[in-house]
């Protein structure tokens, strides 16, 4: 018998913690979670999964207009926020149905460490040999008079009617993506940029692709600019900044998100963490033995990504179930900007293998000389990069599959697949695998 409430105790419900935290159960450890609001966190309820449904109707939009030639009616904004309301609603109770069935208690309330062993949620006291916290992060919000008056990407979710314009301020994922949905539901968007770059961890000449798109479909980019107050007016809000004043209905804040580290005792009991995140070593333990961290919390170089996610509660479910000592070994991570077109990219970046041609050979290639391709009048490019060896190290593409086409390619990295195994994939014809795995 254990001499605490849990063998293991996370804070957070998101990817960082069920998808490790429901097999670590099957096998009889005794787990609980700590979610203070929706069970699944951000990523089924406010992320990736309500995102790629209002992201769906975008993409028939641009597969008819490249179709037929002619431009398509914007998208029915109001429609798709009620689809995507259907399709997600259910996730929360389903995944608490996924955790509960396998025996872990779920602690509805805020986490607080006390000590090293014991977290306070709503006043009552839980230990637990081993804590978890997989919190995650919150939208960040600009400093600046009048922050109240912009809204965040979950808001922007949940719009019921799209604003006839938006300022949309910062061009990460966030505001390059959402822009990208506002103007195909036919707003007048306006992006407000603080660098000459967007989605700065995709190569300049793939992201100049999307922006030219962008800006021949009426998005206006002001590059250079940094924002000094928002102001209500009788139309909506006006963005005032060092290169002037710009109007619109409404705001979206996407400057980026921020770990939640705030006013959980981290301090209190020694768990150091700076403004990237919660510091661990490479077994995803915290400066405090007995206490890990999992997702996007933790300060890291990955992506902070869902699969990065799974990955590190997967890991921590091996680690506490005894089938390895080992540090984590994170596999070649994609990523994707789910613009339309998209920018995937996976492995070696094509910066450093341009930047090193002794160690790599880089084959650029324009898929719209690709039959297959042209049966959608398919336009982008893709990059492949392969070591003095002929082995695929990295891939980038701008097209609108490249996420299809990105997935294909990142097993042959991981996996080091060399001409002999690759000859031996057979992958159906015609489809995307077929397609990218001749371009090897
Ligand atoms: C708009 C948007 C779109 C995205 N799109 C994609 C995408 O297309 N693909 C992709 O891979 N990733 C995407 N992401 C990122 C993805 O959502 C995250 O990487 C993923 O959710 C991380 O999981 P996590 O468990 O680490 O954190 P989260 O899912 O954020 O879970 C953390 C949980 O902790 C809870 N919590 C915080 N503090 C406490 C506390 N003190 N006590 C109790 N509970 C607490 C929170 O309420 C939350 O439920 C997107 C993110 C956003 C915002
Ligand atoms: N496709 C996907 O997988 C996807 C989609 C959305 C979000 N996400 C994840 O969510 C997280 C957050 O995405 P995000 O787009 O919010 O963050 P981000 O870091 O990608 O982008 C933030 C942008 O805001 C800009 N910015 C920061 N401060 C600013 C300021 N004061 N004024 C103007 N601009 C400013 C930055 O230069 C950057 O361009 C990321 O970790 C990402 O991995 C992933």
Known sequence: MTKYDFDVLYIGAGHGTFDGAIPLAARGV???????????????????NPKIALDDPVVVQRQQEALTGHKQAPIDWSAAVAHKHDVIKDLPDMIEGFITSHG?????????????????????????????????????????????????????????????????VGAGYVGMEFATMANAAGADVTVIMRHDRALRQFPAKYVEFVVADLKARGVKFVTNAEVAEFKRTSEGVTVETDLGSFDAEWVLDATGRVPNVQNMGLEEIGVEFNERGIVVNDHLQTSVPSIYASGDVIDKTQPRLTPTAVFESTYLMHQFAGDTTDAIDYPVIPHTTFTSPRIAAVGVTLDDALANPDLYDVAEHDISQDWYRQVKNEKGFNAIIKNKDGLLVGAVEVSDRAEDVINTLSPVIELKLDAAQLERIITIFPAIANDSFGQI
């Open 30 to 48: 005794k787990v609980g979670v700590v979610e203070f609001a929706e069970i699944g966190g951000t990523c089924p309820n406010r992320g990736c």
């Open 104 to 168: 872990i208690q779920v602690l509805g309330g805020r986490g607080h460490l006390f000590d090293e062993h014991t977290v306070h949620v709503n006043g009552v006291a839980y230990t637990a040999e081993k804590i978890v916290i997989a919190t995650g992060l919150r939208p960040h919000r600009l400093d600046v008079p009048g922050t109240e008056l912009a809204h965040d990407s979950e808001e922007f979710m949940n719009l019921p009617v799209m604003p006839k314009s938006l300022v949309v």
